[in-house]
Nanobody, 119 residues
Framework: QVQLVEYGGGLVQAGGSLRLSCAAS????????MAWYRQAPGNQREWVAS???????DYLDSVKGRFTISRDGAKNTVYLRMNSLRPEDTAVYYC?????????????WGQGTLVTVSS
């Protein structure tokens, strides 16, 4: 069983910053990548950013230059630093883990943390 616990959501004014954290625990073999997704009310869940075990990062175009994903391998933790936040960034943010355990390619999701950006 894998658990992902997220921290750091909240209410912030436009132009402000937040940092999300997500700690993975449980039966985890090899981590392939970790990522953040988000889902705004009435919208589908969308990918925001990801980081591979090798450190490669990728971002949704609308967050490039404002968001930074990073990870602490020793702690199985991924972070999302969000700067210059906009009202359209308001969403529930979900942590995602891609791992290989016991020879199986598996994934896991966090419970989500709400980010609200006021104008």
């Amino acid at each position: 069983q894998v658990q992902l616990v997220e921290y750091g959501g909240g209410l912030v004014q436009a132009g402000g910053s937040l940092r999300l954290s997500c700690a993975a625990s449980g039966s985890i073999g090899d981590i392939n990548a970790m990522a953040w997704y988000r889902q705004a009310p009435g919208n589908q869940r969308e990918w925001v950013a990801s980081i591979t075990i090798g450190g490669r990062t990728d971002y949704l175009d609308s967050v490039k230059g404002r968001f930074t994903i990073s990870r602490d391998g020793a702690k199985n933790t991924v972070y999302l630093r969000m700067n210059s936040l906009r009202p359209e960034d308001t969403a529930v943010y979900y942590c995602y883990l891609d791992h290989t355990t016991g020879g199986w390619a598996l994934d896991a999701w966090g419970q989500g943390t709400l980010v609200t950006v006021s104008s």
